[in-house]
Every structure is written in C-alpha cells, then in structure tokens.
C-alpha cells in the first residue's frame, strides 16, 4: 500500500525558505505536491516522473525545487523567496499516470495528510 506522511511545514516571513518532506512506503510514476488554500482552487505546484522530468506551476517556477531520493523514500520540496500568496496547506501526492494527466486533472489516487505553510508578511 502506498502511504505518504509529509513533514517540515511551518511559519516563515516573506522571503524565507522551507523544506517540505514527503516519506513514502512505495514510489508511484508521479509524485509530487498540491496544495490548497481557503477560497482558492486545488493547485498542482510541482510534480517529477520516474524518468526525472519535473513540471512546476507559473507561480512558483524558480522559486521552488522538487526533488526525489529512492534510497531514502523521500519526495522534498524545496521552497524559497517565499510569499504570502504561498501560504496552504500542501499534500504530497502519487499516481501511476503520467504527471501531464495528475497536473491537467489536478487529482491523485495517493494523498498525504497536508502539511501547513503560512508566509507572513
């Protein structure tokens, strides 16, 4: 069974940096982070493939890095310049299906439990 536990969520002041983590017990084809903030639709942020091709949201392309270790049974996100409007609950996400179908459709079959992030200014 595919489980997903994420960590490392918090308060940060625009223009800080956090590390989100993801430990999953399987990897899946894509995997990768959504996150959803009150009034605002669910968002695909940053999703990678098992042939390491990444795809980012406009929004925070460049500012956020996506990362996968197989040993470790990670999926990390890497987040800085951060700003208000980053502010969510994020979720680490996994599916079989190619990443332009989880991003176009903006599901997973796999969710994690969400992890908080509030970037004040």
């Known amino acids: 069974q595919v489980e997903l536990v994420e960590s490392g969520g918090g308060s940060v002041q625009a223009g800080g940096s956090l590390q989100l983590s993801c430990a999953y017990t399987e990897s899946r084809y894509c995997m990768g982070w959504f996150r959803q903030s009150p009034g605002k639709d669910r968002e695909a942020v940053a999703f990678?493939?098992?042939?390491?091709?990444?795809t980012y949201a406009a929004s925070v392309k460049g500012r956020f890095t996506i990362s996968k270790d197989n040993a470790k049974k990670t999926l990390s996100l890497e987040m800085s310049s951060l700003k208000p409007e980053d502010s969510a609950l994020y979720y680490c996400a996994a599916d079989a299906r190619p990443c332009d179908s989880v991003v176009d459709l903006v599901s997973a079959k796999w969710w994690g439990q969400g992890t908080q992030v509030t970037v004040s200014s």
């Open positions: 990678i493939d098992n042939h390491n091709r990444t």
